[in-house]
């Protein structure tokens, strides 16, 4: 009989994760029931969102020590039955794992026309859908705006440069050091972008926005919020998305002064992408011409095996990763 490999939390990491807060457990594949679906793990999503979940303050719920560590997964149906065919590709809640039993109303098919199909996890999935209402939904990005953007090579910043471009938009990034930055500049075709290590921010918005920032898409949180709100252009757009200098810690940054913002008459939003779930159609056919005549282009991050998942959702939580971070389980 085959074996499920599970990856489950060992321990509340402290500060940015380790390996070893991760154990690898093994048990028999379970059976389906005639209500449930078995589906075999092809590619596993690793999101910032689960270190918010191992801290137990995430809107999705937590994940306590021994317990699976949860995720989004491209799988594919193991035996015929609740309307599903063996073979089926489908995206599920899977979970850290390379088995997993679905209720068959919880599991979306995956169209042919997603391909990879591990696009169904990146931008035409849940880090595009987030960057699509972001930019297009929330702050209605159009032509001639000057759009900031950090975790610019990432998974939503990414998405969300190209989009903006497409509107017409002008883009400068920001990103962790010189080879991401010029694969921002090179690869998604930014207009500049700041190195966050080694430029001083507040001269480089200067230089790049001197009429000022027109929507920011907070990805990071931090301090970077209020130096960019002292930059904002009158009517300035500010989505707040994530807090990715802040996951690792507990303690949390005070935020811009109100008054800063009153006077740049600022129109600040937060944004849950679930919230958006009933438009992901919407999104997908909008943004697949753009994907299919590679107008859009998503690079991922991709680790081979299981077994490395933990040490690529650290290296992520390390801000290391260029692009979507994948799991690939197919060789397994
Ligand atoms: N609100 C929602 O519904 C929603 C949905 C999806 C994602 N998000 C949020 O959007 C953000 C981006 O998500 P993603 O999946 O696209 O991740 P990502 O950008 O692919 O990866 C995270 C990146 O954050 C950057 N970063 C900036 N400051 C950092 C710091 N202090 N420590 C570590 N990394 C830092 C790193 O890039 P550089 O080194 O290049 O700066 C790192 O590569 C996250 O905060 C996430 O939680 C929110």
Not at 71 to 79: A, K, L, Y
Not at 118 to 134: D, I, P, Q, R
Not at 193 to 205: G, P, S, W
Not at 221 to 239: E, P, W
């Amino acid at each position: 009989m085959g074996q499920n490999m599970q990856v489950c939390l060992s321990k509340d990491p402290v500060g940015i994760p380790v390996v070893d807060d991760f154990e690898i457990k093994t048990s028999p594949i379970p059976d389906a029931a005639d209500d449930q679906v078995l589906c075999r793990t092809l590619y596993l999503s690793l999101d910032p969102y689960m270190r918010g979940q191992i801290a137990g303050r995430h809107l999705s719920g937590s994940v306590a020590p021994g317990d699976l560590m949860r995720g989004e997964t491209i799988s594919e149906v193991v035996n015929d039955g609740s309307g599903f065919v063996a073979g089926q590709l489908i995206r599920c809640m899977g979970g850290w794992q390379s088995y997993s039993l679905q209720d068959p109303t919880m599991i979306a098919p995956v169209s042919s026309e997603i391909s990879p199909s591990s696009f169904a996890l990146s931008v035409l999935g849940m880090t595009g859908l987030t960057a699509y209402a972001g930019m297009v939904w929330q702050a209605e990005v159009g032509k001639g705006d000057n759009v900031f953007i950090p975790s610019v090579t990432g998974a939503v910043g990414s998405v969300a440069a190209q989009i903006c471009m497409t509107r017409g938009a002008r883009v400068v990034g920001m990103a962790g050091g010189p080879e991401k930055c010029l694969g921002a500049l090179e690869s998604i075709g930014v207009d500049a972008c700041i190195d966050r290590f080694e430029e001083n921010l507040t001269e480089k918005l200067e230089e790049y926005f001197p009429d000022g920032i027109d929507v920011y898409f907070d990805l990071v949180g931090g301090t970077l919020l209020s130096d960019v709100c002292q930059r904002l252009a009158n009517y300035g757009r500010i989505v707040l998305c994530g807090l990715m200098a802040e996951y690792n810690r507990k303690e949390r940054e005070p935020g811009p002064s109100p008054g800063l913002l009153i006077g740049k008459r600022a129109q600040v939003s937060g944004l849950v992408v679930y919230d958006y779930e009933a438009r992901r159609d919407e999104f997908i056919d909008s943004l697949l011409p753009l994907i299919l005549n590679k107008t859009i282009t998503q690079q991922e991050d991709v680790t081979f095996g299981l077994s490395n998942a933990p040490e690529a959702f650290c290296r992520l939580m390390r801000g290391e990763n260029y692009g979507k971070v994948i799991v690939d389980l197919t060789q397994e």
